[in-house]
């Protein structure tokens, strides 16, 4: 199930998605998106997270894709090793995870929006080639743990 991630734009908001299929168990897969610290080691798209990704958790993340800006999240859903949500007042990334014979059915979209979304959507940057390269990166490290446990 790999695709490359789309973006669906609408006046009021945005949102992009992509979906994998990664060869190794949930708890990898969970373990990679939740220990905060490990993030800029294995994801080139991440450049620091500060905080814990946990149940009612906050974190600060610098993304390559504005080295600037520090994104200021909360973690809004928190299902062990099935769904993760984080974000902050103009959008929400969503993390899902399912459990598909010996691996994981692996999906990432956010939506940022609101009232005031036309007027700053054309200063935001498309998302598509970030969401590749996370899921990409996510999907290398995931099996090469995998791998390493057999």
């Known amino acids: 199930m790999e695709q490359k991630a789309k973006t669906i734009g609408k006046t009021f908001s945005r949102e992009t998605s992509v979906h994998a299929s990664i060869a ?3 708890a990898i897969v969970w373990a990679l998106l939740t220990h905060a610290a490990d993030y800029p080691r294995w994801n080139s ?3 620091s997270i500060q905080g814990e990704i946990k149940a009612g958790g906050a974190i600060e993340l610098k993304s390559t894709l504005d080295a600037k800006r520090t994104f200021k999240l909360k973690v809004k859903e928190f299902v062990p090793e099935k769904r993760l949500v984080w ?3 103009m959008g929400s990334r969503v993390y899902s995870l399912e459990k ?10 956010e939506r940022i929006g609101g009232p005031l979304f036309p007027l700053f959507a054309g200063m935001i940057p498309s998302f598509d080639e970030s969401f590749d390269k996370f899921t990409a990166d996510l999907k290398k490290e995931a099996e090469t743990i995998q791998k390493s446990k057999k």
């Open 24 to 26: 190794a168990d949930p």
């Open 100 to 109: 598909s014979g010996g691996g994981t059915q692996f999906s990432m979209s």
């Open 45 to 47: 798209t991440v450049t």
């Open 87 to 89: 974000g902050d007042a």
